[in-house]
């Protein structure tokens, strides 16, 4: 399908065109950085003519360090407690140009993928996000003016109580982040409480029951208030409050502001001037649905992509959005790896293979 003008190539056109290859991770199957080597990889293998750029994204979920790994400053590594207690290490990036910025992935402390077997209602009640405060204090320590916390991908439900604790309560807190510019890189809009908050909406994903979920939203709402008086303001419905169980209702109440994790990859990996360059843009995450077109990746792919009329393919593991949908967000067509291989058993265990092989079906298909 063809661009504006005669500016992009459509599928069988001889002429070669600049294919931008910007994926998220495919939840903990694939890194970003992995998904987009496989699908250059495929495409490679059937369009040899295009020019494949690879610039792996993150939303602020799993993979935010290891994207920003692979374009600035220095990779550090710490111990420090995983969601369940027992020590984990954790890698963060140390960016010294001015201001000196310590770019931080709750996953990396607190993530699903360190449960060390599939969320149970009793993980969904004990993870907590301790060993986030343990990197913040970290880069602080190192010398960081600036703190940016990537939400997404946690295994808690505690509204960053777990972090604050490690940082010796609210107002230690403060005080040890007293000149600190911080930010909450969050891939959701969500609240901290209520229908549409971190309880609710997350809270069954990382393995809570119906019962479950109303144990922690009680929980999030005493905490609530808790934040509130020390802030000076009711954050509980603060936009973004939700993300990662919480904690960027925490990050708020500390005075954080929040920011699009999306964005911060796309400022610090050249995003805009690599989609200005585009004919054909390919994207992709684990599971593309409803959540994907707000505030995520492909969303603002889409957006960057849609006033320019350049192509917008999606490649992801399971796809549950009508083509309707589709149309309305500027992206051109989506295809599921569940679909393309035969089984999602098969999707996640050769995730690597079956990726590369459906990019190569994808480069010269008639989307």
């Known amino acids: ?21 910007a994926p998220d991770c495919f939840g903990d199957t694939l890194t970003a950085v992995q998904a ?15 020019r ?31 969601p369940l207690g027992a020590d984990v290490r954790a890698s963060w990036v140390l960016d010294g140009a001015a201001p000196v910025t310590g770019y931080i992935e709750c996953a990396q402390a607190c993530g699903l993928a360190l449960l060390g077997g599939p969320p149970t209602v009793r993980t969904a009640l004990d993870a907590h996000s301790r ?4 990197l913040i204090a970290a880069a602080r320590h190192a010398g960081a003016n600036r703190i940016v916390v990537g939400l997404g991908g946690s295994s808690c439900t505690d509204g960053g109580r777990g972090m604050v604790d490690a940082l010796g309560g609210l107002a230690a807190a403060r005080a040890f982040l007293e000149g600190v510019e911080l930010i909450a890189a969050t891939d959701v809009e969500h609240p901290l409480v209520g229908p549409t908050g971190a309880a609710a909406v997350f809270g069954p994903q990382k393995g809570a029951d119906p019962a479950s979920v109303a144990v922690l939203e009680d929980r999030l709402t005493e905490w609530a208030e808790e934040l509130a008086v020390f802030a000076g303001r009711d954050v509980r419905h603060d936009r973004g409050g939700g993300a990662a169980g919480g904690l960027g209702a925490a990050l708020i109440a500390l005075g954080g502001r929040r920011v699009p994790g999306a964005a911060i990859i796309a400022e610090h990996t050249g995003l805009r001037d690599d989609v200005a360059a585009a004919d054909l843009i390919v994207t992709g ?35 549950t959005l009508p083509q ?11 295809f599921s790896l569940t679909d393309h291989c035969g089984s999602v058993q098969r999707a996640v265990q050769d995730a690597a293979n079956q990726l590369s092989d459906m990019s190569s079906v994808v480069a010269t298909s008639p989307w």
Request: charged residues 15%; aromatic residues 2%.
């Open 1 to 21: 399908m063809a661009g504006t003008g005669d500016t992009h190539c459509a599928p069988g056109d001889a002429r070669p065109r600049t294919v931008l290859i």
């Open 36 to 50: 987009a080597e496989c699908i250059a990889r495929g495409w490679r293998a059937s369009a040899p003519q295009d």
């Open 52 to 82: 494949p750029i690879l610039a792996p994204q993150s939303d602020g979920g799993p993979g935010f360090v290891d994207v920003l790994a692979s374009r600035l400053g220095e990779v550090h590594s710490v111990c420090v407690s995983g």
């Open 131 to 134: 060993g986030v405060g343990q």
């Open 285 to 319: 995450e684990g599971r593309f649905d409803d959540q994907s077109l707000h505030g995520k990746v492909v969303s603002a792919l889409a957006a960057g992509a849609q006033a320019r009329g350049i192509p917008v393919l999606v490649l992801a593991g399971q796809v």
């Open 324 to 334: 309707s949908a589709l149309r309305s967000a500027g992206i051109t067509a989506a």
